[in-house]
């Protein structure tokens, strides 16, 4: 008897509870409460699976975009792969467009690791090719060893102009991203000066520098590849071990995730910072090295334009991963030979390509958001 007293009492609230949870499920969407929470931990399945629906939006706009400024929708395919990846001379303008590109992505990479935003990459840029081409000038060392005091040169002027700005943030707490974007303009103009005034050519009167004499370039690897995306790919491997194997790794693990837990835990964070930024900056000279001795020839006024921006994106794109910033980095660099190549037969502006740039970028943002953030009903456990 009591048996059956307590069956009856508990079915009724068993069955207004099933008749809550069903007027819930009818209730209109407008009327539903729902709270934006930050997700303590999501699978890199997952992440990979919203990073890439976010990269397919971005190139689906961008499709759309193509074929409202006049390029055939059926051409799209044949231009950004086939006439990119399998026509023999495309593809090596893409390797001989990606070995800086690589090296200035790798230069963001390893400062945003370090939570410093190095925007200054173009003007690391610029002071490690005059420093390349100040040995060339003044003939520094024998004619064997041009090449490597160019090397060396460029990756020393990069680092010193880098210096500056680390030392402000870690000590006076100036904000980087303004001390390093200044620092732009000031090579800038700096190499203006030196291309105008007393390393202009003599022979041509042009604002460029003398060529560079043969054993001052970087050497061919056959079929018209330039060793610079050799050398690209090798640093390339560097970074990856120094970041994912390395103790000094860990350190970056460290400061990235929370420099004052970091500090407390022993990690010398101020000592990790210094290093992964001169490394930034060594990086972004070098790229100045592949593209004076590599590239150009020479000293030219204008050979570092859009490899800042580039930079950042790619560091952005792969998440400040080296091996994943190779990979970028050649993606977008397929994107700029793909770009010049829709300028001449379908008259796209280039700032089209930058367009595209821009508009991936902002996709892959907004994936992040996704990423880190849920909604979940109010009142109800919603899955990890």
Known sequence: MADASLAAIAQPAQTDSDAAQRARQRQPLARRRYALEIRQHMGWQRQALIL????????????????????????????FVTQT??????????LFQAAPMILVGLAGSLAFRARFWNLGLEGQMVWGAIGATAISMWQVGPEPLRLPLMFAAAIGCGLLWVLGPAWLK??????????????NYMAANFLLHLVYGGWKDPKDNFPYSPQFRAFERLPELGAGVSSAILLAAVVALVAWWLVSVSRAGLYLRFVDANPRVAHANGVP????????VLLSGAMAGLAGFAVASGQEGRLTQAFYQGYGFSGILIAFLARNNPLAATVVALLVAALFVTGRSLQVFYQVPFSMVQLIQAIIVVCVASSDFFIRHRLRRVGEEAAQ
Do not use: H, K
């Open 85 to 94: 990846f399998f026509d023999g001379q495309n593809f090596r303008a893409v």
């Open 52 to 79: 890439a629906i976010a990269i397919l939006v971005g190139l689906a706009i961008s499709a759309a975009i193509l074929v409202a400024a006049g390029v055939p929708a059926d051409e799209l395919a044949n231009e």
């Open 269 to 276: 964070v101020r000592r990790t910072i210094y290093g992964a």
């Open 170 to 183: 870690i000590r006076l707490g100036v904000n980087e991203i303004i001390s390093t974007l200044m620092l």
